[in-house]
Nanobody, 121 residues
Framework: QVQLVQSGGGLVQVGGSLRLSCAAS????????MEWYRQAQGKQRELVAT???????NHADSVKGRFTISRDNAKNTAYLQMNSLKPEDTAIYYC???????????????WGQGTQVTVSS
């Protein structure tokens, strides 16, 4: 089993910055792509950013130029640097990671526990 533990988040004023972390642990042969999602109250969960094992990234149009996803493969950790935060960025943020636990195992994925980000105006 692979567990994802998130850290970071909290309350910040408009224009401020936060950094989220997502660390994978457990039985892990290979960690694949990692993603950040968010879910605002009353809305569907949406994909915010994705990073592959080689560092290729994609960001949602709503966060391009403000958020940056990155990863440290040595630490099995992904990050989401959030700058110029807006009230509409308020949501619970979740990380998701794809992995292979052992050689020959089927790929799986795990979710982090979620972390609240609140941007006050």
């Amino acid at each position: 089993q692979v567990q994802l533990v998130q850290s970071g988040g909290g309350l910040v004023q408009v224009g401020g910055s936060l950094r989220l972390s997502c660390a994978a642990s457990g039985v892990l042969f290979r960690l694949g792509a990692m993603e950040w999602y968010r879910q605002a109250q009353g809305k569907q969960r949406e994909l915010v950013a994705t990073i592959t094992t080689t560092g290729s990234t994609n960001h949602a149009d709503s966060v391009k130029g403000r958020f940056t996803i990155s990863r440290d493969n040595a630490k099995n950790t992904a990050y989401l640097q959030m700058n110029s935060l807006k009230p509409e960025d308020t949501a619970i943020y979740y990380c998701n990671a794809y992995y292979i636990s052992n050689i020959g195992s089927s790929p799986g994925n795990s979710w982090g526990q979620g972390t609240q980000v609140t941007v006050s105006s």
